[in-house]
């Protein structure tokens, strides 16, 4: 059901420090940027391999990025796992009976599909299914 690792997403107070932390310290630049509104959130994509360390910053104080960062700080927010088919690999997590916070998978960056898996369903940390185009 998962077929690699699509991103670790790395929550930030402020998204464009953390650009030029990645640029200065490891030479690599955002491959892709976006204000995602439903999630209130900013992100930049940096391109590893065939994955991405995704820098989210929030957009609005309501934000669950902006929640998490004010519980825990900066740091590791979730995994996204690509899936063949995300309707499909959600139903089979609610299937076993756990816990997700979408019951339907929903549009997300770069034209992808998304859910999220809850992470007291998965061991403490969140989880993204994410099937691309």
């Known amino acids: 059901m998962l077929t690699e690792i699509d991103h670790v997403a790395i929550a930030v107070h402020d998204l464009e420090a953390a ?17 995602i509104e439903k999630d209130g959130v900013d ?21 669950p990025v902006a929640k998490y960062l004010a519980a ?3 740091g ?10 995300c309707a499909e690999a959600l139903d089979r997590v609610k299937g076993e ?4 916070i979408d019951e339907t998978p929903r549009p997300g960056s770069r034209g992808t599909t998304v859910a999220f898996v809850h992470p007291k369903a ?8 994410v099937q691309e185009r």
């Not at 009976?97 to 997700?100: D, L, N, Q, T």
């Open 122 to 129: 998965a061991f403490g940390t969140l989880i993204e299914l």
């Open 97 to 100: 009976g756990h816990r997700v």
């Open 76 to 85: 590791i927010h979730h995994v996204g796992y690509r899936v063949d088919d």
């Open 43 to 63: 992100e930049a994509l940096i391109k590893v391999a065939d994955s991405y360390i995704q820098l989210l910053t929030p957009t609005r104080e309501d934000s």
């Open 19 to 35: 650009i030029e932390y990645y640029r200065a310290t490891f030479g690599v630049e955002p491959v892709h940027r976006e204000r």
């Open 72 to 74: 825990k700080g900066e």
